[in-house]
Antibody, heavy 122, light 111 residues
Framework: EVQLVQSGAEMKKPGESLKISCKGS????????IGWVRQMPGKGLEWMGL????????TYSPSFQGQVTISADKSINTASVQWSSLKASDAAMYFC???????????????WGQGTLVTVSS | QSVLTQPPSVSAAPGQRVTISCSGS????????VSWYQQLPGTAPKLLIY???RRPSGIPDRFSGSKSGTSATLAITGLQTGDEADYYC????????????FGGGTKLTVL
């Protein structure tokens, strides 16, 4: 059974650093892209970026480029997002999801993590 | 503001049919497959439709997808109260460096 299990909720202060994670199981973690999606309180889903755990090739949405770092460690089947200095506006729910890429340009997220709630408040 | 436009909300009575539109352009929907996701309150999104009109196993045939030109549509028939959720369309966009984009989302209310 494919599962993505995310790390627990975090409560941080502005300026602090943070790394949240997503551990995959039940499939070959190295051979599927992992995507990260942000959902701010009461708002819609936003595409943050993707990473291929096999070689750690990462791509970022322009809105998130330079704001976060997406990484992966295939030895422990885990992908992560980190912030070096959190802002109040980073408070959100963050989801990871397995990104399927098929020939012919078919791309979609087929399995999702449960989400990690990040609270940023002084 | 997303490059994919969805109506903020739709509503219908139980048992009825509802459609949710997703409008884009030639750089996204016009030349790429569309997927649809359901997000029930307080939960993670779930894949409903991929490759415009294909359902993953376990998704009832009450849910269907279609695409025409630069627009896509999700249709739900035989509405149930349990279908009350937010629905999102997603596609690839060749104008974006990362490629992927979500629609703004549509809140479905089952009256």
């Amino acid at each position: 059974e494919v599962q993505l299990v995310q790390s627990g909720a975090e409560m941080k202060k502005p300026g602090e650093s943070l790394k949240i994670s997503c551990k995959g199981s039940g499939y070959s973690f190295s051979t599927f892209w992992i995507g990260w999606v942000r959902q701010m309180p009461g708002k819609g889903l936003e595409w943050m970026g993707l990473i291929y755990p096999g070689d750690s090739d990462a791509t970022y949405s322009p809105s998130f480029q330079g704001q976060v770092t997406i990484s992966a460690d295939k030895s422990i089947n885990t992908a992560s997002v980190q912030w070096s200095s959190l802002k109040a506006s980073d408070a959100a729910m963050y989801f990871c999801a397995r990104h399927v890429r098929q020939r012919g340009g078919s791309y979609y997220f087929d399995y999702w993590g449960q989400g990690t709630l990040v609270t940023v408040s002084s | 503001q997303s490059v994919l436009t969805q109506p903020p909300s739709v509503s219908a009575a139980p048992g009825q049919r509802v459609t949710i539109s997703c409008s884009g352009s030639s750089s996204n929907i016009g030349n790429n497959f569309v997927s649809w996701y359901q997000q029930l309150p307080g939960t993670a999104p779930k894949l409903l439709i991929y490759e415009n009109n294909r359902r993953p196993s376990g998704i009832p045939d009450r849910f269907s997808g279609s695409k025409s030109g630069t627009s896509a549509t999700l249709a739900i028939t035989g509405l149930q109260t349990g279908d009350e959720a937010d629905y999102y369309c997603v596609t690839w966009d060749t104008n974006l460096s990362v490629g992927g984009v979500f629609g703004g989302g549509t809140k479905l209310t089952v009256l």
